[in-house]
């Protein structure tokens, strides 16, 4: 992120409690006959994705997302005629015995909002681009020509406020890390502190003329990003008296098992603080698809009274700016080293064959290992025995009585059986954070071969790894921290969500130098690629193609789903490499910022290509456009054959 650009001194976040689940106290509103905010429940929503004007399909769509359970429909409104349209959809919906509010989304079009005013209970309006636009122009601003710029976004945007006002109205001031205008990067730069800012110049004007009907969002592809930008919203709200409900999401999250993980990691971790009144799970799925994953995230806070038995103090990390703890190096574990895995293999004997759901596959008749991206860094043994040769640097934690003193063999104690005096190699300590007194943290301190396995059967598991390791960084403890959680009784749905939020959100505040997660009866393949997710989706260490990848809606210039199995299934092989995948040029521009590549709709069959944000071919015919993709990732010297990967992996 740029952030050479004007700051401040970042305010202190208060409306948290770190250490103990609370939620934030908001105002509520009403969005047609639905309460949204304050004591209400959190409520989940989705969006649909046919052609607005095409109404039978989008009734049809709406129906089925209903039936899942969507508390909220969003339809897009991008011009004068869908936002006209919105008066039959509301009809037909009525008809069938829907009261469910429906909410337009706009952008470019200020008419169309205040059309769509009339039909429907809710408008959406980005900042970044419904007074602005957007040609990725560094623009040098007085405080006086800024000045006259927020002048030029009242008289624009007061109609609007008006309207609603008078009508009853709820609106979302919904901000997009992608879709910031030129005029708040150039003042505040490619950062949360501009997210926040381009919603306060909408807020400060709502409040000019006394309208609070509003909620407030602050997405982003990139979860470190949004959470930073929500806490730093909350942040600034309350220092100038507000406290508007917060939807959550993450945009662009793509499909699948990773749209989940990286679903979970920004959403769940803002819920864990507190935070979030309303929520929206952003998939290239059909819709319907994204409300149980909502559904699942949001009732893990129904009944949720946990209280940690740890005593508040500051926190140890800045939740606002990622910085990475703090920790000594033992082995390849800590001191910068990307985050390792661990995996529970005791419950049967360890043969070649077993390692290969956790990524290390053997040839029998060329006796030898093939590794691949998710090839895990080591495994629980137990009481087992390993009796062959490791392949690559895999290390086998076992019980100190059962412990095979060989390369790359280690034992694992429990807090209460370990002894600071006892000789040996490097150890690995299981401990809660009740364990962490100071006697203990004191002897841990003394060694430099020790790896600390912070574990934890809280029901909070998240706030509890983090004070954990607070309460180390308190008493100037630098060992490495392993983040240690099982899950017992639920299928993989929930075992991935629940482990990319307890796990992942730590990792976003900087903790952990590794992670092991435990799903009992779950395949081992399963808990694997759930770990390499988490990590990936934390942006904390990158073993795949990443795919910023749009839900699709009716402003979608192509089959966004087919698309993206087409872009993937040729590119899953670049490692390290993000591609951008934008149905239409909402979005599209702002999001190559956080992508490598990106291919955007821009008309119908048509594509443009990015590098970055820069286009480097337009208007690409779709048939073609694949195909000029990987040509372009090939110039740019980004492409590996296939084939060579998998002899890299040999």
Not at 574 to 588: E, R
Request: charged fraction near 25%; glycine fraction near 8%; proline fraction near 5%.
């Amino acid at each position: 992120m740029n952030s050479d650009k004007k700051s401040t001194e970042y305010p202190q976040l208060k409306l948290v409690d770190w250490f103990n689940y609370k939620r934030r106290t908001s105002r509520q509103i009403k969005v047609g006959q639905l309460s949204l905010g304050g004591d209400a429940p959190i409520r989940i929503q989705s969006m649909t994705t046919a052609d607005t004007m095409d109404i039978e399909n989008t009734v049809a769509e709406s129906n089925r997302m209903i039936q899942a359970g969507c508390e909220l429909v969003r339809i897009t409104a991008p011009s004068k005629k869908e936002a006209e349209a919105l008066k039959n959809i509301a009809s037909a919906l009525h008809q069938k015995g829907y009261a469910i509010p429906l909410v337009a989304d706009i952008h470019f079009t200020p008419n169309a909002a205040e059309i769509a005013a009339d039909y429907v209970e809710k408008i959406r309006v980005n900042p970044g681009n419904y007074a602005d636009k957007k040609k990725f122009e560094e623009i040098e601003y007085t405080d006086e020509s800024y000045a006259a710029e927020l002048s030029r976004i009242r008289e624009r945007f007061t109609p609007l406020v008006l309207k609603c006002k008078s009508l009853g109205r709820a609106m979302r001031i919904g901000t997009n890390h992608g879709s910031l205008s030129d005029r708040i990067l150039s003042r505040y730069g490619d950062t949360p502190q501009g997210m926040v800012e381009s919603a306060m110049e909408f807020l400060r004007i709502c409040r000019e003329h006394d309208y609070h009907d509003l909620v407030i969002s602050m997405k982003a592809s990139n979860p470190q990003v949004m959470i930073q930008a929500y806490r730093l919203l909350v942040a600034v709200m309350d220092e100038e008296g507000m406290n508007y409900p917060l939807h959550l999401g993450v945009t662009e999250a793509g499909d699948g098992e990773d749209g989940r993980i990286k679903s979970a990691v920004g959403i769940g971790a803002l819920l864990e603080d507190g935070l979030g009144d309303t929520i929206r799970v952003s998939l290239t799925e059909p819709p319907e698809a994204e409300l149980p994953v909502a559904r699942i995230l949001v009732d893990r806070y129904r009944e949720r009274q946990v209280s940690i038995p740890t005593t508040p103090f500051p926190i140890t990390f800045n939740p606002y700016e990622y910085t990475r703890r703090t920790s000594h190096g033992v082995a390849n574990i800590g001191e910068g080293a990307v985050p390792v895995i661990i995996h529970d293999l005791s419950e049967s004997s360890i043969t070649p064959a077993k390692l290969f759901g956790c990524g290390y596959r053997y040839s029998v008749p060329l006796d030898k290992w093939n590794l691949d991206d998710f090839a895990c860094d080591y495994i629980y043994a137990g009481s087992q025995q390993v009796d062959f040769q490791l392949p690559g640097t895999l290390g086998v934690l076992q019980e100190p009585v059962h412990w095979q003193n060989r390369d790359r063999h280690y034992p694992i104690w429990n807090a209460s059986e370990w002894d600071a005096n006892h000789p040996g190699k490097i150890q690995f300590i299981r401990a809660t954070t009740r364990d962490l007194t100071t006697d203990f943290i004191d002897q841990i301190k003394r060694r430099r071969d020790v790896v600390l396995i912070l574990e934890t059967s809280q029901l909070h598991a998240m706030a509890d790894l983090r004070a954990g390791c607070m309460i180390l960084d308190r008493n100037q403890c630098q060992v490495p921290v392993i983040l240690h959680q099982s899950y017992d009784g639920i299928d993989a749905e929930h075992f991935q969500l629940f482990a990319a939020t307890d796990v992942g959100a730590p990792l976003i505040d900087g903790f952990g130098d590794g992670i092991w997660i435990d799903g009992q009866g779950l395949p081992l393949q399963l808990r694997n690629s759930t770990a390499f997710g988490i990590l990936q989706a934390t942006r904390t260490r990158i073993s795949k193609t990443e795919y910023i990848s749009c839900p699709s809606c009716g402003r979608t210039l192509f089959d966004l789903q087919d698309t993206t199995a087409k872009i993937r299934q040729v590119t899953s092989h670049l490692k390290g490499i993000k591609i951008g995948i934008m149905g239409c040029i909402v979005n599209g521009p702002g999001e190559m910022a956080d992508a490598d590549y990106g291919y955007v709709g821009t008309g119908p069959g048509k594509i443009s290509l990015y590098k970055e944000k820069e286009v480097v071919q337009r208007n690409v015919p779709e048939e073609q456009a694949v195909q000029a993709l990987i040509d372009l990732i090939r110039s740019h010297g980004d492409w590996i054959e296939p084939q060579a990967v998998e002899q890299n992996q040999s």
